[in-house]
Protein backbone atom coordinates (compact mmCIF):
# COMPACT_ATOMS: atom_id res chain seq x y z
CA UNK A 1 0.00 0.00 0.00
CA UNK A 2 2.84 2.37 0.75
CA UNK A 3 4.58 2.14 -2.86
CA UNK A 4 1.40 1.38 -4.80
CA UNK A 5 3.21 -1.75 -6.89
CA UNK A 6 4.26 -4.76 -6.03
CA UNK A 7 7.26 -5.39 -3.93
CA UNK A 8 9.58 -8.95 -4.05
CA UNK A 9 11.73 -9.05 -1.43
CA UNK A 10 14.60 -11.84 -2.47
CA UNK A 11 16.03 -13.26 1.12
CA UNK A 12 18.54 -15.37 1.66
CA UNK A 13 18.43 -17.78 4.41
CA UNK A 14 20.46 -20.53 5.85
CA UNK A 15 20.36 -23.56 8.01
CA UNK A 16 22.41 -22.92 11.49
CA UNK A 17 21.74 -26.68 12.54
CA UNK A 18 21.37 -30.01 10.75
CA UNK A 19 18.13 -31.65 9.38
CA UNK A 20 17.11 -33.30 12.48
CA UNK A 21 18.21 -33.76 15.91
CA UNK A 22 20.61 -36.63 14.93
CA UNK A 23 22.02 -34.61 11.92
CA UNK A 24 25.65 -33.55 12.70
CA UNK A 25 25.85 -31.12 9.17
CA UNK A 26 29.78 -30.38 10.05
CA UNK A 27 29.92 -34.43 8.26
CA UNK A 28 28.56 -33.87 4.91
CA UNK A 29 29.38 -30.00 4.69
CA UNK A 30 32.07 -28.98 7.04
CA UNK A 31 33.47 -26.06 4.73
CA UNK A 32 29.95 -24.39 4.83
CA UNK A 33 29.38 -24.73 8.37
CA UNK A 34 32.59 -23.77 9.77
CA UNK A 35 31.36 -20.65 8.25
CA UNK A 36 27.99 -20.85 9.71
CA UNK A 37 29.19 -21.56 13.07
CA UNK A 38 31.43 -18.40 12.79
CA UNK A 39 28.57 -16.36 11.85
CA UNK A 40 26.46 -14.58 14.47
CA UNK A 41 22.53 -15.54 15.40
CA UNK A 42 20.06 -13.61 14.10
CA UNK A 43 19.06 -12.71 17.47
CA UNK A 44 22.17 -11.01 18.45
CA UNK A 45 22.46 -9.31 15.07
CA UNK A 46 18.57 -7.83 15.78
CA UNK A 47 20.48 -6.62 18.68
CA UNK A 48 23.30 -5.10 17.16
CA UNK A 49 20.75 -3.35 14.99
CA UNK A 50 18.81 -1.84 17.87
CA UNK A 51 15.66 -3.37 17.42
CA UNK A 52 13.40 -3.14 20.37
CA UNK A 53 13.25 -5.84 23.12
CA UNK A 54 15.99 -7.18 21.31
CA UNK A 55 18.74 -6.55 23.67
CA UNK A 56 18.75 -9.71 24.99
CA UNK A 57 18.68 -12.60 22.64
CA UNK A 58 17.86 -15.21 24.99
CA UNK A 59 14.91 -13.13 26.37
CA UNK A 60 13.53 -11.90 22.82
CA UNK A 61 13.82 -16.10 22.37
CA UNK A 62 11.86 -16.93 25.88
CA UNK A 63 9.24 -13.92 24.80
CA UNK A 64 8.54 -15.84 21.49
CA UNK A 65 8.67 -19.04 22.83
CA UNK A 66 5.63 -18.13 25.28
CA UNK A 67 4.07 -16.36 22.40
CA UNK A 68 3.36 -19.91 20.48
CA UNK A 69 2.48 -20.93 23.72
CA UNK A 70 -0.37 -18.81 24.33
CA UNK A 71 -1.44 -19.03 20.93
CA UNK A 72 -1.68 -23.14 21.63
CA UNK A 73 -3.47 -22.54 24.67
CA UNK A 74 -5.95 -20.37 22.63
CA UNK A 75 -6.55 -22.30 20.31
CA UNK A 76 -10.22 -23.72 19.69
CA UNK A 77 -10.49 -27.32 21.35
CA UNK A 78 -11.45 -29.91 18.84
CA UNK A 79 -13.12 -33.34 20.00
CA UNK A 80 -10.06 -36.55 19.61
CA UNK A 81 -10.91 -38.08 16.16
CA UNK A 82 -11.96 -41.31 18.01
CA UNK A 83 -14.96 -38.89 19.30
CA UNK A 84 -16.21 -37.10 16.18
CA UNK A 85 -18.85 -38.99 14.30
CA UNK A 86 -20.23 -38.10 10.98
CA UNK A 87 -23.73 -36.24 11.09
CA UNK A 88 -26.96 -37.96 11.40
CA UNK A 89 -27.15 -38.59 7.20
CA UNK A 90 -30.39 -40.74 7.99
CA UNK A 91 -32.37 -37.58 7.90
CA UNK A 92 -33.58 -36.45 4.42
CA UNK A 93 -32.94 -33.63 3.45
CA UNK A 94 -36.19 -32.43 1.83
CA UNK A 95 -35.70 -32.98 -2.01
CA UNK A 96 -37.85 -30.52 -4.14
CA UNK A 97 -41.39 -31.71 -5.39
CA UNK A 98 -42.83 -32.29 -9.43
CA UNK A 99 -43.68 -28.44 -9.60
CA UNK A 100 -40.29 -27.67 -9.12
CA UNK A 101 -38.46 -29.61 -11.20
CA UNK A 102 -40.63 -28.52 -13.89
CA UNK A 103 -40.10 -24.85 -12.77
CA UNK A 104 -36.01 -26.26 -13.13
CA UNK A 105 -36.42 -27.58 -16.75
CA UNK A 106 -38.42 -24.84 -18.11
CA UNK A 107 -35.66 -22.22 -17.13
CA UNK A 108 -32.87 -24.40 -18.12
CA UNK A 109 -34.14 -25.16 -21.26
CA UNK A 110 -34.98 -21.71 -22.40
CA UNK A 111 -33.14 -20.57 -24.74
CA UNK A 112 -31.85 -17.01 -25.76
CA UNK A 113 -33.23 -16.14 -28.77
CA UNK A 114 -31.26 -17.13 -31.86
CA UNK A 115 -29.47 -19.43 -30.02
CA UNK A 116 -28.52 -22.57 -32.36
CA UNK A 117 -28.00 -25.18 -30.47
CA UNK A 118 -26.40 -28.61 -31.16
CA UNK A 119 -28.55 -31.37 -31.97
CA UNK A 120 -27.39 -33.41 -28.81
CA UNK A 121 -28.56 -30.49 -26.65
CA UNK A 122 -32.12 -30.72 -28.48
CA UNK A 123 -32.23 -33.82 -27.80
CA UNK A 124 -31.09 -33.09 -24.14
CA UNK A 125 -34.04 -30.71 -23.78
CA UNK A 126 -36.60 -33.04 -25.07
CA UNK A 127 -35.20 -36.11 -22.66
CA UNK A 128 -35.35 -33.56 -19.79
CA UNK A 129 -38.98 -32.90 -20.54
CA UNK A 130 -40.24 -35.53 -21.05
CA UNK A 131 -38.62 -36.79 -17.36
CA UNK A 132 -40.86 -34.70 -15.52
CA UNK A 133 -44.20 -35.16 -17.27
CA UNK A 134 -44.56 -38.09 -15.40
CA UNK A 135 -43.39 -39.44 -11.96
CA UNK A 136 -43.00 -42.59 -13.52
CA UNK A 137 -40.55 -41.59 -16.50
CA UNK A 138 -37.07 -42.50 -16.51
CA UNK A 139 -34.05 -40.20 -15.32
CA UNK A 140 -31.01 -40.26 -16.76
CA UNK A 141 -27.56 -39.53 -14.93
CA UNK A 142 -27.59 -36.51 -16.37
CA UNK A 143 -30.54 -35.13 -15.39
CA UNK A 144 -30.27 -36.71 -11.82
CA UNK A 145 -27.08 -34.84 -11.58
CA UNK A 146 -28.01 -31.43 -13.16
CA UNK A 147 -31.43 -31.20 -11.19
CA UNK A 148 -29.58 -32.19 -8.18
CA UNK A 149 -27.13 -29.02 -8.90
CA UNK A 150 -30.39 -26.79 -9.67
CA UNK A 151 -31.81 -27.71 -6.34
CA UNK A 152 -29.06 -26.55 -4.35
CA UNK A 153 -28.23 -23.54 -6.68
CA UNK A 154 -32.15 -22.44 -5.71
CA UNK A 155 -31.27 -23.09 -2.41
CA UNK A 156 -28.42 -20.39 -2.12
CA UNK A 157 -25.78 -23.35 -2.13
CA UNK A 158 -22.98 -22.41 -3.76
CA UNK A 159 -21.31 -24.82 -6.20
CA UNK A 160 -18.08 -25.08 -7.84
CA UNK A 161 -17.02 -28.46 -9.93
CA UNK A 162 -13.32 -28.32 -11.34
CA UNK A 163 -11.15 -30.87 -13.99
CA UNK A 164 -10.22 -32.00 -17.30
CA UNK A 165 -13.42 -31.39 -19.12
CA UNK A 166 -16.03 -31.14 -16.87
CA UNK A 167 -18.30 -28.85 -18.26
CA UNK A 168 -19.27 -31.27 -20.84
CA UNK A 169 -17.87 -34.85 -18.67
CA UNK A 170 -15.68 -36.63 -20.20
CA UNK A 171 -18.86 -39.23 -21.32
CA UNK A 172 -20.21 -36.66 -22.40
CA UNK A 173 -22.90 -36.67 -19.10
CA UNK A 174 -23.11 -33.54 -17.76
CA UNK A 175 -23.44 -30.42 -20.31
CA UNK A 176 -23.17 -27.70 -17.85
CA UNK A 177 -22.37 -25.11 -20.92
CA UNK A 178 -24.09 -25.75 -24.39
CA UNK A 179 -22.27 -23.98 -26.82
CA UNK A 180 -24.12 -22.39 -30.21
CA UNK A 181 -23.01 -24.16 -33.42
CA UNK A 182 -22.84 -20.97 -35.30
CA UNK A 183 -20.35 -17.98 -34.12
CA UNK A 184 -22.40 -14.80 -34.60
CA UNK A 185 -20.04 -11.72 -35.42
CA UNK A 186 -17.11 -14.64 -34.83
CA UNK A 187 -18.00 -14.89 -30.99
CA UNK A 188 -18.60 -18.44 -29.59
CA UNK A 189 -21.87 -17.86 -27.84
CA UNK A 190 -22.81 -19.97 -24.54
CA UNK A 191 -25.55 -20.92 -22.53
CA UNK A 192 -25.30 -21.91 -18.69
CA UNK A 193 -28.58 -24.01 -17.93
CA UNK A 194 -27.58 -23.87 -14.24
CA UNK A 195 -27.30 -19.95 -13.74
CA UNK A 196 -30.98 -19.36 -14.86
CA UNK A 197 -32.36 -21.19 -11.81
CA UNK A 198 -29.24 -20.31 -9.02
CA UNK A 199 -30.54 -17.85 -6.34
CA UNK A 200 -29.55 -13.95 -6.63
CA UNK A 201 -25.39 -14.02 -5.51
CA UNK A 202 -24.82 -17.59 -5.57
CA UNK A 203 -21.54 -18.68 -6.85
CA UNK A 204 -21.61 -21.38 -9.60
CA UNK A 205 -18.19 -22.21 -11.57
CA UNK A 206 -17.90 -24.87 -13.55
CA UNK A 207 -13.99 -25.06 -14.93
CA UNK A 208 -12.36 -26.95 -16.80
CA UNK A 209 -8.78 -27.87 -15.14
CA UNK A 210 -5.71 -28.77 -16.57
CA UNK A 211 -4.42 -32.24 -16.18
CA UNK A 212 -1.88 -31.55 -13.24
CA UNK A 213 -4.21 -33.28 -10.54
CA UNK A 214 -1.94 -32.92 -7.87
CA UNK A 215 -1.95 -29.19 -8.58
CA UNK A 216 -5.92 -28.98 -9.10
CA UNK A 217 -6.80 -30.96 -6.36
CA UNK A 218 -4.59 -29.13 -3.84
CA UNK A 219 -6.27 -26.26 -4.55
CA UNK A 220 -9.57 -27.72 -4.37
CA UNK A 221 -8.85 -29.08 -1.34
CA UNK A 222 -7.60 -25.57 0.37
CA UNK A 223 -10.87 -23.95 -1.69
CA UNK A 224 -12.70 -26.31 0.39
CA UNK A 225 -11.97 -25.52 3.63
CA UNK A 226 -12.01 -21.84 3.22
CA UNK A 227 -15.44 -21.86 1.99
CA UNK A 228 -16.95 -24.10 4.43
CA UNK A 229 -20.71 -25.46 4.51
CA UNK A 230 -22.07 -22.66 2.32
CA UNK A 231 -20.70 -24.05 -1.15
CA UNK A 232 -20.15 -27.17 -3.11
CA UNK A 233 -17.09 -28.55 -4.06
CA UNK A 234 -16.38 -30.85 -6.48
CA UNK A 235 -13.03 -32.29 -8.61
CA UNK A 236 -13.74 -34.87 -11.09
CA UNK A 237 -11.14 -36.84 -12.50
CA UNK A 238 -10.69 -37.59 -16.33
CA UNK A 239 -10.93 -40.92 -15.51
CA UNK A 240 -10.27 -42.53 -12.23
CA UNK A 241 -6.99 -44.18 -12.96
CA UNK A 242 -5.52 -40.61 -12.99
CA UNK A 243 -5.94 -39.44 -9.14
CA UNK A 244 -2.93 -41.72 -8.66
CA UNK A 245 -1.13 -37.89 -10.04
CA UNK A 246 -2.74 -36.65 -6.71
CA UNK A 247 -1.99 -39.25 -4.13
CA UNK A 248 -0.28 -37.06 -1.94
CA UNK A 249 -3.14 -34.85 -1.67
CA UNK A 250 -5.39 -37.60 -0.84
CA UNK A 251 -3.47 -38.86 1.61
CA UNK A 252 -1.75 -35.94 3.01
CA UNK A 253 -4.65 -33.53 3.33
CA UNK A 254 -7.84 -34.86 2.25
CA UNK A 255 -7.83 -38.17 4.12
CA UNK A 256 -5.99 -36.95 7.52
CA UNK A 257 -6.15 -33.22 7.70
CA UNK A 258 -9.16 -32.90 9.77
CA UNK A 259 -7.35 -35.60 11.85
CA UNK A 260 -4.09 -33.15 11.80
CA UNK A 261 -5.20 -29.96 11.92
CA UNK A 262 -8.60 -30.03 12.86
CA UNK A 263 -9.36 -29.05 9.28
CA UNK A 264 -12.91 -29.77 7.86
CA UNK A 265 -13.13 -30.02 4.40
CA UNK A 266 -16.37 -31.16 2.66
CA UNK A 267 -14.72 -31.67 -0.67
CA UNK A 268 -16.27 -34.32 -3.47
CA UNK A 269 -14.18 -36.45 -5.41
CA UNK A 270 -15.45 -37.71 -8.07
CA UNK A 271 -13.58 -40.77 -9.88
CA UNK A 272 -14.69 -42.69 -12.57
CA UNK A 273 -14.51 -46.34 -12.02
CA UNK A 274 -15.45 -49.53 -13.83
CA UNK A 275 -13.72 -52.10 -15.60
CA UNK A 276 -14.78 -52.56 -19.92
CA UNK A 277 -11.76 -53.69 -21.69
CA UNK A 278 -9.90 -50.81 -22.34
CA UNK A 279 -6.92 -50.74 -20.18
CA UNK A 280 -4.79 -50.43 -17.23
CA UNK A 281 -5.20 -46.71 -17.37
CA UNK A 282 -9.09 -45.93 -17.70
CA UNK A 283 -10.52 -48.46 -15.78
CA UNK A 284 -10.33 -48.29 -12.30
CA UNK A 285 -10.19 -45.69 -9.45
CA UNK A 286 -8.19 -47.52 -6.80
CA UNK A 287 -11.42 -48.31 -4.64
CA UNK A 288 -9.04 -50.12 -2.38
CA UNK A 289 -6.35 -47.76 -1.86
CA UNK A 290 -9.12 -44.98 -1.09
CA UNK A 291 -10.51 -47.68 1.60
CA UNK A 292 -7.15 -48.52 3.05
CA UNK A 293 -7.24 -44.30 3.92
CA UNK A 294 -10.74 -44.46 5.93
CA UNK A 295 -10.87 -45.06 9.33
CA UNK A 296 -13.12 -43.00 12.22
CA UNK A 297 -15.22 -41.78 9.72
CA UNK A 298 -12.37 -39.17 8.27
CA UNK A 299 -14.16 -39.72 4.85
CA UNK A 300 -17.44 -41.19 2.92
CA UNK A 301 -16.78 -43.75 0.43
CA UNK A 302 -19.53 -44.33 -2.25
CA UNK A 303 -20.58 -46.24 -5.08
CA UNK A 304 -23.99 -45.84 -6.39
CA UNK A 305 -25.96 -47.66 -8.86
CA UNK A 306 -28.81 -45.68 -9.89
CA UNK A 307 -29.48 -42.15 -10.78
CA UNK A 308 -31.48 -41.51 -7.97
CA UNK A 309 -28.73 -42.62 -5.63
CA UNK A 310 -26.36 -40.33 -7.52
CA UNK A 311 -29.03 -37.28 -7.09
CA UNK A 312 -29.86 -37.67 -3.19
CA UNK A 313 -26.24 -38.51 -2.32
CA UNK A 314 -24.96 -35.20 -4.27
CA UNK A 315 -27.93 -33.11 -2.23
CA UNK A 316 -26.82 -34.92 0.65
CA UNK A 317 -23.10 -34.26 0.80
CA UNK A 318 -23.78 -30.31 0.30
CA UNK A 319 -26.62 -30.14 2.64
CA UNK A 320 -25.12 -32.53 5.51
CA UNK A 321 -22.06 -33.45 4.80
CA UNK A 322 -18.96 -32.07 6.93
CA UNK A 323 -16.10 -34.33 5.85
CA UNK A 324 -14.53 -35.40 2.50
CA UNK A 325 -17.11 -37.58 0.18
CA UNK A 326 -14.77 -39.84 -2.87
CA UNK A 327 -17.52 -41.23 -5.55
CA UNK A 328 -16.80 -43.76 -7.44
CA UNK A 329 -19.27 -42.78 -10.52
CA UNK A 330 -19.84 -45.21 -13.79
CA UNK A 331 -19.18 -44.73 -17.32
CA UNK A 332 -20.60 -47.51 -19.76
CA UNK A 333 -23.88 -47.19 -17.05
CA UNK A 334 -24.42 -43.58 -17.90
CA UNK A 335 -25.75 -43.99 -21.15
CA UNK A 336 -26.53 -48.06 -21.35
CA UNK A 337 -27.59 -49.46 -18.98
CA UNK A 338 -31.51 -48.65 -19.02
CA UNK A 339 -31.99 -50.25 -15.46
CA UNK A 340 -29.86 -47.55 -13.99
CA UNK A 341 -32.19 -45.17 -14.62
CA UNK A 342 -34.87 -44.38 -11.75
CA UNK A 343 -38.08 -43.14 -12.11
CA UNK A 344 -39.15 -39.59 -10.91
CA UNK A 345 -40.79 -40.48 -8.29
CA UNK A 346 -37.35 -41.92 -6.70
CA UNK A 347 -35.99 -38.61 -6.74
CA UNK A 348 -38.61 -36.88 -5.33
CA UNK A 349 -39.36 -39.21 -2.27
CA UNK A 350 -36.85 -41.36 -1.99
CA UNK A 351 -33.18 -40.87 -0.24
CA UNK A 352 -29.97 -42.24 -0.61
CA UNK A 353 -30.10 -45.67 0.76
CA UNK A 354 -26.16 -46.76 2.14
CA UNK A 355 -27.58 -50.50 1.07
CA UNK A 356 -30.01 -51.14 -1.55
CA UNK A 357 -31.99 -54.57 -0.92
CA UNK A 358 -33.34 -56.78 -3.51
CA UNK A 359 -36.16 -55.80 -5.89
CA UNK A 360 -36.63 -59.09 -7.06
CA UNK A 361 -35.96 -61.18 -3.85
CA UNK A 362 -37.52 -64.55 -3.84
CA UNK A 363 -39.61 -65.45 -0.20
CA UNK A 364 -37.50 -64.75 2.82
CA UNK A 365 -38.16 -68.09 3.94
CA UNK A 366 -36.59 -69.31 1.11
CA UNK A 367 -33.01 -67.27 0.26
CA UNK A 368 -29.97 -69.59 1.19
CA UNK A 369 -27.44 -67.29 -0.85
CA UNK A 370 -26.70 -63.78 -0.56
CA UNK A 371 -24.64 -62.01 -3.39
CA UNK A 372 -23.00 -58.75 -2.04
CA UNK A 373 -21.45 -56.63 -4.19
CA UNK A 374 -21.07 -52.84 -5.23
CA UNK A 375 -20.86 -51.07 -8.87
CA UNK A 376 -22.21 -52.23 -12.23
CA UNK A 377 -21.58 -55.59 -11.37
CA UNK A 378 -24.77 -55.43 -9.86
CA UNK A 379 -26.50 -55.82 -13.25
CA UNK A 380 -24.37 -58.30 -14.58
CA UNK A 381 -24.93 -60.73 -11.31
CA UNK A 382 -28.78 -60.12 -11.84
CA UNK A 383 -28.89 -60.93 -15.49
CA UNK A 384 -26.72 -63.89 -13.85
CA UNK A 385 -29.29 -64.96 -11.42
CA UNK A 386 -32.45 -64.89 -13.92
CA UNK A 387 -30.28 -67.25 -16.82
CA UNK A 388 -29.40 -69.76 -14.27
CA UNK A 389 -33.52 -69.67 -13.13
CA UNK A 390 -31.51 -69.01 -9.61
CA UNK A 391 -34.88 -68.53 -7.16
CA UNK A 392 -32.66 -69.15 -3.47
CA UNK A 393 -30.43 -66.07 -4.00
CA UNK A 394 -30.82 -62.54 -2.80
CA UNK A 395 -28.39 -59.68 -4.37
CA UNK A 396 -27.40 -56.36 -2.04
CA UNK A 397 -25.95 -53.70 -3.11
CA UNK A 398 -23.35 -51.58 -0.95
CA UNK A 399 -23.85 -48.28 -2.14
CA UNK A 400 -21.80 -46.84 1.05
CA UNK A 401 -18.26 -48.58 1.60
CA UNK A 402 -17.10 -46.18 4.21
CA UNK A 403 -18.69 -46.25 7.17
CA UNK A 404 -19.69 -49.39 6.07
CA UNK A 405 -23.71 -50.04 6.85
CA UNK A 406 -22.74 -53.17 9.15
CA UNK A 407 -25.84 -52.50 11.21
CA UNK A 408 -28.34 -52.82 8.39
CA UNK A 409 -26.76 -55.51 6.47
CA UNK A 410 -26.64 -57.57 9.72
CA UNK A 411 -30.59 -57.34 10.15
CA UNK A 412 -31.11 -57.79 6.26
CA UNK A 413 -29.04 -61.27 6.72
CA UNK A 414 -31.36 -62.19 10.08
CA UNK A 415 -34.57 -62.09 8.11
CA UNK A 416 -33.77 -64.87 6.36
CA UNK A 417 -33.93 -68.34 8.18
CA UNK A 418 -32.43 -70.35 6.12
CA UNK A 419 -28.96 -68.74 5.14
CA UNK A 420 -26.25 -70.68 4.55
CA UNK A 421 -23.73 -68.38 2.52
CA UNK A 422 -23.10 -64.82 2.09
CA UNK A 423 -20.28 -64.32 -1.74
CA UNK A 424 -18.62 -60.97 -2.20
CA UNK A 425 -18.30 -60.27 -5.57
CA UNK A 426 -16.37 -57.89 -7.09
CA UNK A 427 -15.25 -57.12 -10.81
CA UNK A 428 -12.09 -55.78 -9.66
CA UNK A 429 -8.76 -57.93 -8.55
CA UNK A 430 -8.96 -59.71 -5.35
CA UNK A 431 -6.38 -56.62 -3.81
CA UNK A 432 -7.85 -53.62 -6.00
CA UNK A 433 -11.37 -53.88 -5.01
CA UNK A 434 -13.50 -53.53 -1.87
CA UNK A 435 -13.07 -57.11 -0.61
CA UNK A 436 -10.19 -56.69 1.94
CA UNK A 437 -11.15 -53.63 3.59
CA UNK A 438 -15.03 -54.69 4.03
CA UNK A 439 -14.73 -58.23 4.95
CA UNK A 440 -14.17 -57.59 8.51
CA UNK A 441 -17.32 -55.44 8.71
CA UNK A 442 -19.32 -58.14 6.60
CA UNK A 443 -17.72 -60.95 9.12
CA UNK A 444 -19.31 -58.60 11.95
CA UNK A 445 -22.91 -58.88 10.51
CA UNK A 446 -23.08 -62.53 9.66
CA UNK A 447 -25.18 -64.86 11.52
CA UNK A 448 -24.26 -67.80 12.98
CA UNK A 449 -23.17 -70.82 10.94
CA UNK A 450 -22.94 -68.36 7.70
CA UNK A 451 -20.33 -68.97 5.35
CA UNK A 452 -18.32 -65.95 3.91
CA UNK A 453 -16.28 -66.23 0.74
CA UNK A 454 -15.42 -63.81 -2.60
CA UNK A 455 -15.83 -64.07 -6.10
CA UNK A 456 -13.05 -61.47 -7.94
CA UNK A 457 -10.67 -61.40 -10.48
CA UNK A 458 -7.05 -63.07 -10.14
CA UNK A 459 -5.03 -60.42 -9.56
CA UNK A 460 -2.53 -58.84 -12.02
CA UNK A 461 0.35 -56.53 -12.02
CA UNK A 462 -0.68 -54.55 -14.51
CA UNK A 463 -4.52 -54.28 -14.15
CA UNK A 464 -7.76 -54.90 -16.15
CA UNK A 465 -6.88 -55.79 -19.78
CA UNK A 466 -7.02 -53.93 -22.68
CA UNK A 467 -8.89 -56.51 -25.17
CA UNK A 468 -13.03 -55.93 -25.44
CA UNK A 469 -13.27 -59.95 -26.19
CA UNK A 470 -10.85 -60.81 -23.39
CA UNK A 471 -12.78 -58.51 -20.76
CA UNK A 472 -16.12 -59.97 -21.67
CA UNK A 473 -14.73 -63.33 -21.03
CA UNK A 474 -13.83 -62.35 -17.98
CA UNK A 475 -16.81 -60.79 -16.89
CA UNK A 476 -19.10 -63.81 -17.64
CA UNK A 477 -16.86 -66.17 -15.99
CA UNK A 478 -17.10 -64.11 -13.01
CA UNK A 479 -20.66 -64.25 -12.83
CA UNK A 480 -20.84 -67.48 -13.64
CA UNK A 481 -18.72 -68.81 -10.94
CA UNK A 482 -21.23 -67.61 -8.94
CA UNK A 483 -24.52 -68.63 -11.00
CA UNK A 484 -23.94 -71.55 -13.07
CA UNK A 485 -25.44 -71.87 -16.27
Same mark, same amino acid.
Given at each position: ?????????? !??????????? %?? /???? &??????????????? &??????????????????????? %???????????????????????????????????????????????????????? /? +??????????????????????????????????????????????????????????? @????????????? +???????????????????????????????????????????????????????????????????????????????????????????????????????????????????????? $???????? $??????????? !??????????????????????????????????????? =????? =????????????? /? +? /?????????????? @????????????? #????????? #???????? =?????????????????????????????????????????????????
Amino acid at each position: MQFGADVVID !LVGYRRWGHAE %QD /TATV &TQPLLHGFIDKHPPV &TQLYAQAGWPGSDDGATLLAVSS %QQVLASFRNSRPSAPAAQRRAPALAVKPDAPDLLRLRQFVERMTRLPEGFAAHPAV /T +RLIAQWQDSVSSSDHACSWNFAENMAYASLLWEGQGLRISGMDVQRGTFMQRHAVWHAI @DAAQGVQQAFWPL +RQVAAPGTALEVVNSPLSEEAVVGFEYGFSVQAGPGAMVIWEAQFGDFVNGAQIMIDQFIASGRGKWGYPSALTVLLPHGYEGVGPEHSTGYLSRMLLLCAQENMRVAYPSSSAQWFHLL $RQQALQGD $RPLVVFTPKSV !LHGEVRSQSPLSALLQGDFQPLVEDADAPPDAQVQRVVL =CSGKV =CYDLADGRRKAGD /T +R /TVLLTVEQLHPFPE @DRLGAVLRSYPQL #EEVIWVQEE #ERKQGAWL =CVRDAIEAALPLQVRLRAVTRPDTDAGPTASKARHYAQQAALVQSVFPA
